[in-house]
T-cell receptor
């Protein structure tokens, strides 16, 4: 099976702009989670989508939003970019069942730099 | 989700077993122990997980103490490619992953 893919891999934006990142999960996986990784804060959970609905949400401001399409592909959007939004944004997919455990498989990430 | 405590860094000689400890003294009965690793600038990679029993797969073994308050990840024959940050995570079955700072494992020739 193909792994999780994220596009673009690298992005440079200016403060105040908005950005959209894309994630294609492993075929058959219905859950997509997003994480932000910075040197100072480490890996932090943003939100999880399952069957086009947000199922879990981390502690991030409303400038960070996401959505999931019927084919399980997901996008996350950051509006009014700040310098502190510079980070590696990681997407993880899993089967996302409602019971039992499920492993999350991560993509390579999108490196966002805000200038 | 329960918090975990891991050593900041560890060294291991190539070809030897790497034993990475993790304390999770406040773990609840329905929480699983997961291990991930992250090689520099790549996405985290799932290694193994367990609830009560010891687990083994092609990558590693997971030893969980009987009281479930600690666990050890064992890489049986470490290679240079195993140099990475290893994260021990405790989570409920549907909970999101809460990453700590992990253990930076350096495998040396």
């Amino acid at each position: 099976k193909a792994g999780v893919t994220q596009t673009p891999r690298y992005l440079i934006k200016t403060r105040g702009q908005q950005v959209t990142l894309s994630c294609s999960p492993i075929s058959g996986h219905r859950s997509v989670s997003w994480y932000q990784q910075t040197p100072g804060q480490g890996l932090q959970f943003l939100f999880e989508y399952f069957s086009e609905t947000q199922r879990n949400k981390g502690n991030f401001p409303g400038r960070f939003s996401g959505r999931q399409f019927s084919n399980s592909r997901s996008e996350m959007n950051v509006s009014t970019l700040e310098l502190g939004d510079s980070a590696l944004y990681l997407c993880a997919s899993s089967s996302g069942g409602t019971s039992g455990t499920y492993e999350q498989y991560f993509g390579p990430g999108t490196r966002l730099t805000v200038t | 989700d329960a918090k975990t405590t891991q050593p900041t860094s560890m060294d291991c000689a190539e070809g030897r077993a790497a034993n990475l400890p993790c304390n999770h003294s406040t773990i609840s009965g329905n929480e699983y122990v997961y291990w991930y690793r992250q090689i520099h600038s790549q996405g985290p990679q799932y290694i193994i997980h367990g609830l009560k029993n010891n687990e083994t797969n092609e990558m590693a073994s997971l030893i969980i103490t009987e009281d479930r308050k600690s666990s050890t990840l064992i890489l049986p024959h470490a290679t240079l490619r195993d140099t990475a940050v290893y994260y021990c995570i405790v989570r409920r079955s549907q909970g999101n992953l809460i990453f700590g700072k992990g253990t930076k494992l350096s495998v040396k020739p």
